[in-house]
T-cell receptor
């Protein structure tokens, strides 16, 4: 059963804490992405990775960090430096071919208390 | 910088109506265009992908078109059903990443 999984579905964080969101895919996709979605706004790219051990900043990388030690995993850490972390976080993956189609996970809703 | 606009932001129609959702973009140098569906609190489901060299794609009751010269794409939904109620997002693909519009929230009334 191939797909993208994100955990947890809901996450609550106290101010000043770092939290890590999990994203795993078993599609053998090369690239993985993290997006943030806020009400009334489109998805904004945080980080992306096209190969293992390499990643690039997206449009809103400040206050976030990532790693890509395995092809199937791309965890996102929301650090205490992120001023307004409450949002819906979506992970996606794609394979390098002529289509370059992105597929999305179910998302993690992070709330800062 | 690529900018993507979706109009209208919300649309309410009676069941059975044919409808068109619009997406406009500023930079025609694109790799592809994807239309997604998002249900409340869920992830995105890919509906259709049009590669840069293509003009349209069809899947069931859905048809998406792409006109790079005018910077526009449309998603046509035939014979709408209440189950089509969702937010529809278009995204322009460059060689590395997608740029999203803010979406059109569609409500199909029984």
């Amino acid at each position: 059963d191939g797909g993208i999984t994100q955990s947890p579905k809901y996450l609550f964080r106290k101010e000043g804490q770092n939290v890590t969101l999990s994203c795993e895919q078993n599609l053998n996709h090369d690239a993985m992405y993290w997006y943030r979605q806020d009400p009334g706004q489109g998805l904004r790219l945080i980080y992306y990775s096209q190969i293992v051990n390499d990643f690039q900043k997206g449009d809103i990388a400040e206050g976030y960090s990532v790693s890509r030690e395995k092809k199937e995993s791309f965890p996102l850490t929301v650090t205490s430096a992120q001023k307004n972390p409450t949002a819906f976080y979506l992970c996606a993956s794609s394979i390098f071919n002529s289509r370059n189609e992105q597929f999305f996970g179910p998302g993690t809703r992070l709330t800062v208390l | 910088k690529q900018e993507v606009t979706q109009i209208p932001a919300a649309l309410s129609v009676p069941e059975g109506e044919n409808l068109v959702l619009n997406c406009s973009f500023t930079d025609s140098a694109i790799y592809n265009l994807q239309w997604f569906r998002q249900d409340p609190g869920k992830g995105l489901t890919s509906l259709l992908l049009i590669q840069s060299s293509q003009r349209e794609q069809t899947s069931g009751r859905l048809n998406a078109s792409l006109d790079k010269s005018s910077g526009r794409s449309t998603l046509y939904i035939a014979a709408s059903q209440p189950g089509d109620s969702a937010t529809y997002l278009c995204a322009l693909g460059g060689s590395e990443k997608l740029v999203f519009g803010k979406g059109t929230k569609l409500t199909v009334n029984p």
